[in-house]
């Protein structure tokens, strides 16, 4: 496979998830390795070398993938983008998508929609409380445990596929957009 169909993937120690570092092939260092490796996959490949030294951090371990298998990712991943922190790369150069942790990342974003949701109801219950209406009180206060239920109710667990995790969102929240 040519260097140029190759990019640099390494797991991230600071954040744990998968880093990419794609090459601009357009870049005055590779003039420079041209100049002395001549043009053509020695200094493409002097240049990948050159972008793992800078751009890996000293006692990480990198791999030179093919960029296919970052786009076959970026499809399962269909215009989903939290899906790209549940990416990872193993100890052989392997890609795939850590379900656990996507899963874990779509309930965060279920929970920050309800605690927007809580907040509204908050309003609603304190104009309750200033007019003495003891049944919207009660009302608000059921709405408010249902949404305070969700993360303990919704189950994710079943979803094991892009598509189907992106589809599963609590009825009671509105919406997505």
Do not use: C
């Not at 020695?42 to 990948?48: E, H, K, R, V």
Request: glycine letters at 6%; aromatic letters at 6%.
């Amino acid at each position: 496979m040519a260097a140029r169909d190759l990019i640099i993937v390494f797991e991230n120690p600071v954040t744990g998830h998968m880093s990419m570092r794609i090459p601009s092939w357009k870049s005055a260092k590779l003039t420079e390795l041209e100049s002395t490796h001549g043009v053509g996959e020695t200094a493409d490949q002097a240049f990948l070398e050159y972008i793992q030294g800078r751009n890996v951090p000293d006692g990480v371990t990198s791999f030179l993938v093919p960029l296919a298998d970052v786009q076959a990712l970026e499809n399962i991943s269909d215009d989903f983008p939290a899906f790209r922190d549940a990416w990872h790369v193993d100890g052989s150069g392997n890609l795939s998508v850590n379900w656990t942790e996507a899963r874990a990342l779509h309930l965060a974003a279920i929970r920050e929609v309800r605690n927007a949701e809580l907040d509204k109801l908050d309003i609603t219950f304190m104009r309750a409380v200033e007019a003495g209406d003891a049944g919207a009180q009660s009302t608000v206060a059921a709405e408010k445990q249902t949404l305070r239920d969700i993360p303990a109710t919704f189950s994710l667990d079943s979803h094991s596929d892009a598509a189907a995790l992106k589809a599963a969102w609590p009825a009671e929240l509105p919406a997505r957009e």
